[in-house]
């Protein structure tokens, strides 16, 4: 017996001339209902279950799209063909507006009847095989190149392949390989610590290197005003690769889109990596370009980034724009967003406007603390379409259109990810260390090596030596760090939460998106 692919119902005032048509969806496996009129099909709607009607617009009595309106009420998400002898650009326009799956054109053939109830009742399911076989065939060349020596390129490409299975898998819950995907994941961040670990000291030393956060300005930002272009720099503090990825679609209208990339800094924290951004220069020299940041961060001031407009003036500056006007802003919350938005008449003829967001960021440290969002927000899937609701009805959207209208190039980016931790960790410190679930700075301090890197020598890395003998602990893959005498107290509180100072695929493979306006 075949299996029946679906319940359809074929509503047209000449359906019994359509025979030919039923008999061969009926051998492919189709279950036919069949009426001649609207409102007997409103009725069988209402009553019976179907996945597809196939609707005539010309019908005596009650019309194709009346009907359609109608079913709609009824159940809204039940999909419809409309068939139609018209080829008006306005029936069609109504047709659309009404959500229906997909609109034919009389005579129509039995194949391309079947063809489109296929694509309408099975799309979602050879979407997901496809996946699935796509995701089964990428698997052992991303594990065989795993095994390889890789460079910065190679490891932006395979942590871009992963993004895009996580997105594909976002689309299609059912599959059941998402815990595969996760587990490789994973073993690619093992791979990633052993290569930041080996090479990231050296880059702090040469010009010929991976694009670092003290890089973004002159890499990106300075040719777009060389160009005479009217430049916004959006940093988005916490945004990931796989977040940007969610909210594309809302921009690509609007821009013409290009990815880069850039290396946080370590900690990639906001202290050291954001004002490396606006500074263009590294924590130990812009601690000496500006000794009131270090000032701040001795005395653990409320905000460690309360000189970044002064920070990206003398970046300009130094890179020949001191005629250049220069606007900068950081929102914290939806209230400064909108009064921002709403004051854009001040802005528009801008040379250069420099803008920090702080929603995503401030999200994961609510969550952190919020039974609800963790509900709302269960894991990297749910974080991902938090930000896309977010992003679709927010100011920010609204500035990037109005951005985009009057020809400004945009160049969006993060100081850093994040990663969702799962791996608690005992660190051995004193009262004066800093706070951080991912980064510690501190005297003498001490964890197993397999879990962190450890930096007793903070020249090394173009650190701050904030006290004597200052040490940085810096987590590896999924690691938290927690204090012996505060363990159980933090652990189930911590874990699977989103943080960021530490080295991962996600926290340091920051995107850089060139949008220029397609105005």
């Keep these: 017996m075949t299996e029946n692919r679906g319940n359809i119902l074929w509503v047209d005032d000449e359906v019994d001339h359509l025979k030919p048509h039923i008999i061969f969806l009926e051998d492919k496996g189709f279950n036919m209902s069949k009426t001649t009129n609207g409102q007997d099909a409103v009725t069988m709607?209402?009553?019976?279950?179907?996945?597809?009607?196939?609707?005539?617009?010309?019908?005596?009595?009650?019309?194709?799209?009346?009907?359609?309106?109608?079913?709609?009420?009824?159940?809204?998400?039940?999909?419809?063909?409309?068939?139609?002898?018209?080829?008006?650009?306005?029936?069609?326009?109504?047709?659309?507006?009404?959500?229906?799956?997909?609109?034919?054109?009389?005579?129509?053939?039995?194949?391309?009847?079947?063809?489109?109830?296929?694509?309408?009742?099975?799309?979602?399911?050879?979407?997901?095989?496809?996946?699935?076989?796509?995701?089964?065939?990428?698997?052992?060349?991303?594990?065989?190149?795993?095994?390889?020596?890789?460079?910065?390129?190679?490891?932006?490409?395979?942590?871009?392949?992963?993004?895009?299975?996580?997105?594909?898998?976002?689309?299609?819950?059912?599959?059941?390989?998402?815990?595969?995907?996760?587990?490789?994941?994973?073993?690619?961040?093992?791979?990633?610590?052993?290569?930041?670990?080996?090479?990231?000291?050296?880059?702090?030393?040469?010009?010929?290197?991976?694009?670092?956060?003290?890089?973004?300005?002159?890499?990106?930002?300075?040719?777009?005003?060389?160009?005479?272009?009217?430049?916004?720099?959006?940093?988005?503090?916490?945004?990931?690769?796989?977040?940007?990825?969610?909210?594309?679609?809302?921009?690509?209208?609007?821009?013409?889109?290009?990815?880069?990339?850039?290396?946080?800094?370590?900690?990639?924290?906001?202290?050291?990596?954001?004002?490396?951004?606006?500074?263009?220069?590294?924590?130990?020299?812009?601690?000496?370009?500006?000794?009131?940041?270090?000032?701040?961060?001795?005395?653990?001031?409320?905000?460690?980034?309360?000189?970044?407009?002064?920070?990206?003036?003398?970046?300009?500056?130094?890179?020949?724009?001191?005629?250049?006007?220069?606007?900068?802003?950081?929102?914290?919350?939806?209230?400064?967003?909108?009064?921002?938005?709403?004051?854009?008449?001040?802005?528009?003829?801008i040379d250069v406007l420099g803008l920090v967001v702080n929603f995503v960021d401030m999200l994961a440290h609510k969550r952190a603390e919020s039974d609800v969002l963790k509900e709302m927000v269960p894991d990297v899937s749910g974080y991902r379409s938090a930000i896309r609701t977010w992003f679709e009805h927010s100011w920010l959207f609204t500035l990037l259109r109005d951005l985009s209208r009057d020809g400004f190039t945009v160049i969006m980016t993060s100081d850093h990810g994040s990663a969702q931790v799962s791996k608690g960790v005992l660190v051995g410190a004193d009262k004066e260390t800093s706070k951080g679930v991912r980064y510690k700075i501190g005297r003498n301090l001490s964890t197993n090596e397999k879990h962190a890197l450890i930096i007793r020598h903070p020249a090394d890395y173009r650190l701050i030596n904030l006290m004597h003998q200052t040490t940085y602990l810096i987590a590896k893959e999924d690691v938290f760090f927690l204090y012996p005498n505060q363990q159980h107290k933090y652990e189930s509180r911590l874990k699977d939460s989103f943080q960021h100072g530490g080295i991962s695929l996600e926290e340091m493979m920051v995107p850089v998106v060139t949008m220029r306006s397609k105005s």
């Design 45 to 349: 709607v209402s009553r019976d279950a179907y996945d597809l009607v196939l609707l005539d617009q010309y019908m005596p009595g009650k019309d194709g799209m009346t009907t359609l309106r109608e079913i709609k009420e009824i159940k809204p998400g039940l999909p419809v063909i409309l068939i139609t002898k018209s080829e008006e650009e306005d029936l069609m326009d109504e047709a659309i507006s009404e959500n229906v799956a997909q609109f034919l054109i009389k005579p129509v053939n039995p194949t391309q009847i079947f063809m489109a109830c296929k694509q309408v009742l099975e799309q979602s399911k050879i979407r997901e095989e496809h996946a699935t076989r796509g995701y089964l065939q990428e698997f052992q060349k991303i594990q065989f190149r795993l095994q390889e020596e890789m460079s910065a390129d190679d490891w932006w490409d395979i942590y871009s392949r992963l993004v895009k299975w996580q997105l594909e898998f976002d689309n299609h819950p059912d599959i059941s390989l998402g815990d595969i995907l996760a587990e490789q994941i994973q073993s690619a961040n093992s791979q990633f610590v052993k290569f930041i670990t080996t090479h990231y000291k050296n880059w702090l030393f040469k010009e010929d290197r991976p694009v670092l956060s003290n890089d973004v300005f002159k890499t990106f930002v300075k040719p777009e005003i060389e160009q005479q272009r009217k430049t916004c720099l959006v940093v988005i503090d916490a945004l990931r690769y796989d977040q940007f990825k969610v909210i594309q679609d809302f921009l690509n209208p609007y821009y013409d889109i290009k990815f880069d990339y850039q290396f946080s800094l370590i900690p990639t924290a906001t202290p050291f990596s954001r004002n490396a951004i606006f500074s263009g220069l590294f924590p130990d020299e812009f601690i000496k370009r500006f000794p009131e940041q270090l000032n701040d961060m001795e005395t653990h001031a409320k905000s460690l980034n309360q000189h970044e407009k002064e920070m990206m003036r003398f970046a300009m500056d130094k890179a020949g724009f001191k005629e250049k006007t220069l606007r900068y802003e950081k929102i914290n919350t939806a209230e400064q967003g909108k009064r921002f938005q709403s004051h854009y008449s001040e802005i528009k003829n």
